[in-house]
């Protein structure tokens, strides 16, 4: 796929969340027809970029899909889930049910109209704890929690379909991070690491938590990957190409280099100039000790490679929280503007 096809219908699921809406930035940019297809249960209308057409609706609702996702579509970029590890350990059967059942209802609709191009935002918590690291496509999917366990149930589902004929890639994020001069991260509740050590500089904050010192790591406390939004939205693109010249299968999105908590506190303190207080906490279930991709996959096949460096990301993570102190503005509840995760 080239830029500048503007007869080329993407059709997104979560397009209006955090990694789905950087990605529509970069489809519509590039000259392509986009619907944006989101329930906005976590999402924001306001995250959606202009030149996209928004269609409200559920990836679990036949009728609404059939009706958005028209025939000729070109290819279905799937972002919609429920992504809280630790909710996903306490509500296991809604995790399957809203992840599992949704990209059911969506593939079939997908197979009904014949498109023939399908990216899926997977995630690096199907591997659970690999014995390798960084660690390879190949590792053995042993997933912790319920949430990488959706995830990989729906690979499971698009490798028979890759069989059947469908051009699939499944690409496993490591951790997702930073911001875009106009989306970022605004999660309700949120759980993830940068945005949450941020909120921790204000006076009055409470101190930031973090969930074990005693980890097999060279600090005691966890190793990620963060890779920022802007490259994971240009290997989106990459993959879209990459699905014509015959690339199948899973694809590590990562940096190949690993953070530990204490290493994003320092950066953080850096950026802000400020001292952040912490505390130490018990390990959450669910957490492996560390996650670091090889990403060579995706360097050779995708053509594709990170651009964003830690001190990037969580400047640009700084910097949105700065310009939007009250996110996308429209805060309803808890969770968001239909009250659920």
């Known amino acids: 796929m ?19 809406s950087a990605v529509v930035e970069h489809l519509v940019r590039d000259g392509h027809e986009v619907v944006v297809y989101d329930d906005l249960s976590t999402g924001h209308r306001g995250a959606v970029p202009e030149g996209a057409r928004f269609v409200r609706g559920d990836v679990a609702d036949p009728v ?14 799937h972002f919609a889930a429920r992504s809280i590890v630790p909710e996903s350990m306490r509500d296991p059967v809604g995790y399957w049910r809203h992840n599992v059942g949704g990209a059911l209802v969506l593939l079939q609709v997908v197979t009904e109209h014949h498109v023939p191009r399908f990216v899926f935002s997977s995630t690096a918590g ?3 704890e690999p014995g390798v690291q960084p660690i390879p496509e190949s590792a053995p999917a042993r997933p912790l929690h319920a949430y990488g366990a959706s995830k990989r149930a729906i690979e499971m589902l698009l490798e028979d379909l890759v069989r059947n004929g469908l051009r699939a890639l499944w690409l496993r994020y490591f951790n997702a991070a930073g911001a875009m001069a106009t989306r970022g991260e605004d999660h309700h509740p949120e759980t ?4 949450n050590i941020l909120r921790s500089t204000g006076g009055g ?19 990620r990957d963060y890779v920022h939004i802007d490259d994971l939205a240009r290997a989106h693109v990459a993959a879209l190409g990459a699905l014509d010249a015959g690339v199948r299968g899973a694809v590590n999105l990562g940096t190949s280099a690993g953070h530990s908590v204490r290493e994003i506190l320092a950066a953080a303190e850096h950026v802000t100039q400020a001292k952040i207080p912490v505390t ?10 560390s996650l670091v991709a090889d990403a060579s ?45």
């Open 2 to 20: 080239q830029a500048g096809e503007a007869d080329v219908r993407l059709f997104v699921t979560g397009g209006a969340g955090y990694v789905g």
């Open 64 to 77: 609404a899909l059939r009706a958005a996702l028209v025939p000729g579509t070109d290819a279905v970029l």
């Open 126 to 128: 199907v591997y659970g």
């Open 192 to 195: 993830h690491l940068i945005p």
């Open 205 to 223: 904050a409470p101190p930031f938590t973090i969930h074990g010192n005693d980890w097999p790591t060279p600090d005691g406390t966890c190793v």
């Open 280 to 289: 130490v906490g018990p390990r959450r279930a669910g957490d492996p000790p």
């Open 297 to 341: 996959r995706a360097r050779q096949e995708l053509n594709w490679a990170p651009r964003a460096t830690l001190h990037d990301i969580v400047q640009s993570a700084w910097d949105w929280m700065r310009t939007h102190p009250q996110g996308y503005g429209d805060r309803v509840g808890e969770h968001g503007p239909n009250g659920v995760g």
